[in-house]
C-alpha cells in the first residue's frame, strides 16, 4: 500500500532541488537527471504493483 497516495490521491512525495549554480556550471548533469527521473517515473507508472 502508498499510504500518502491513499490519504492524498495526487499528493506529492517527490521534490527535487538544485541551486543556480549547478544550472549554470553543468546544465548538461541537470538534463541528464531530469530525463532519468522521468524515465523512472515512466517505468514505475507502467509496473505498479496491485
Known sequence: M???Q???PGLTVLTNFT???LLDSD???VADYAAA???ALEFAQG???P
Open 47 to 49: 509496473n505498479e504493483t
Open 19 to 21: 541551486t543556480q549554480e
Open 2 to 4: 502508498h499510504p500518502y
Open 27 to 29: 546544465p548538461e548533469l
Open 6 to 8: 491513499a490519504t492524498i
Open 37 to 39: 527521473m522521468s524515465e
